[in-house]
């Protein structure tokens, strides 16, 4: 089992900066996978950036590639989200999968970036 903390989220305006953070409890040593996913009122939950804990892999969604960087630690994983727009609003949802393939969601963190 893995328990996932959210942090971080609030109002910004456009262009401005947040960063979440995700704290990882419980099996973690287990855990290989971590990533942020976001959902926007009337929208799917959706994917924005993935990284794995045991090689150098990253990946993000093309609309964040350049404004967004994701890294972790041994228990946390950070999202640095950088010139925010409207878009951006939505629930971050912190997200981790642990071998072989049990998959754990954070409880979200409400940003919103006003124009």
């Known amino acids: 089992q893995v328990q996932l903390v959210e942090s971080g989220g609030g109002l910004v305006q456009a262009g401005g900066s947040l960063r979440l953070t995700c704290s990882a409890s419980?099996?973690?040593?287990?855990?290989?996978?971590m990533g942020w996913y976001r959902q926007a009122p009337g929208e799917e939950r959706d994917w924005v950036a993935l990284i794995s804990t045991t090689t150098t892999f990253t990946n993000y969604k093309d609309s964040v590639k350049g404004r967004f960087t994701i890294t972790r630690d041994n228990a946390n994983v950070y999202l640095q989200m950088n010139e925010l727009k409207p878009e951006d609003t939505a629930v971050y949802y912190c997200?981790?999968?642990?071998?072989?393939?049990?998959?754990?969601w954070g409880q979200g963190t409400q940003v919103t970036v006003s124009s």
């Open positions: 419980g099996n973690i040593k287990s855990v290989y996978f």
């Open positions: 997200y981790v999968v642990e071998r072989p393939r049990t998959e754990y």
